[in-house]
């Protein structure tokens, strides 16, 4: 069989909406929105991003996972995608069939309509990239420039299951973290209603959480200050340099964002209806850095703040 007749057989049936016209066109229609209309693309590369051993139809959900942390942390919700899939000559319909099993998986869980893509043969390592667009909950984009002196810093759901994960991936371990490493257990949809009403800057955590936060810092032109002792860690904190490990090594995909101080009661009881797992961790100042605590001690920042490409 050809690669077309694997298109045919196991990505067309996954194109199901109107403007994927059964991939039979050179062009995908996006679906319509009346708000803006965001666009990102994130790529997964074999041994880069994902471990060999990693069963094909959890590469298919990370893939989706990756982006969608991107679109709903802009209090943005996911619309269309695009699919590039780069494969090893060696890789059989099996494995194609399974990777495309954990994509529909997702794409229906999201509800996202694949519209298209290119499916080609590599002499390099499996390599994926999904563009997905998302339609903004706000009149204009939450950005990572956004955060003003006094706002209170903000992260969904727990910190450091993906470092942990990799190394229990790597040593055969079977544990949650592993499986949150494989799939990335994202926000709900819902929060980006969160978002939408409360953040003045965000960003999601893909390369480490203190790196993270040092783009919306950048951005921004202020200081953030975290305290390691607030941060949701996945493991009970040992000491200043396990913190740090967690807080550095990425690979979480949570929301962190900043929303003003006075709007903290509400943000919280509003989370708490919406069913969403939001922490305080920290506050904008003056400045432009990272500045980081403990106990109320001091801690330095180390060099590596995330992972490094
Ligand atoms: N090859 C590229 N071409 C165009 N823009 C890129 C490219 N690589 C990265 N970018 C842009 O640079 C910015 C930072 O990228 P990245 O660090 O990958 O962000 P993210 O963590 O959101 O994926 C984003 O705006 C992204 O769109
Ligand atoms: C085999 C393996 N080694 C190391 C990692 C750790 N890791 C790789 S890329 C990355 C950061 C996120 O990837 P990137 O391409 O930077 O995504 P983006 O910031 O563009 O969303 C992390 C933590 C991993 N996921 N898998
Ligand atoms: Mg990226």
Redesign the pocket.
Known sequence: MSEFDWIDRYLRPLAKSPGADGLRNDVGVLRPAGSPLIA???TLVESIHFLSSDPLDTVGQKLLR?NIS?ILCKGAVPRDALLSIAMPEAFTEDQFAALCEGLSRDLDTWNIALIGGDTVRTTGPLSLSLTLTGTCLTESVIQRSGAREGDTLYVTGKIGRGGLGLRDAQSGIESDHAAHYRVPDIPPLNIADLIAAFATAS??V??GLIS?AG?IAQESEASIQIDLGQIPFAETVRDAEHALEMATSGDDYQTLFTAPAYDQHRLHATAKTLGLDVTAIGSVCAGECIKLSLNGADVPVPARTGYRH
Do not use: K, Y
């Open positions: 990102t693309l994130d990756v991107d960003i999601d893909s390369d993270d783009h």
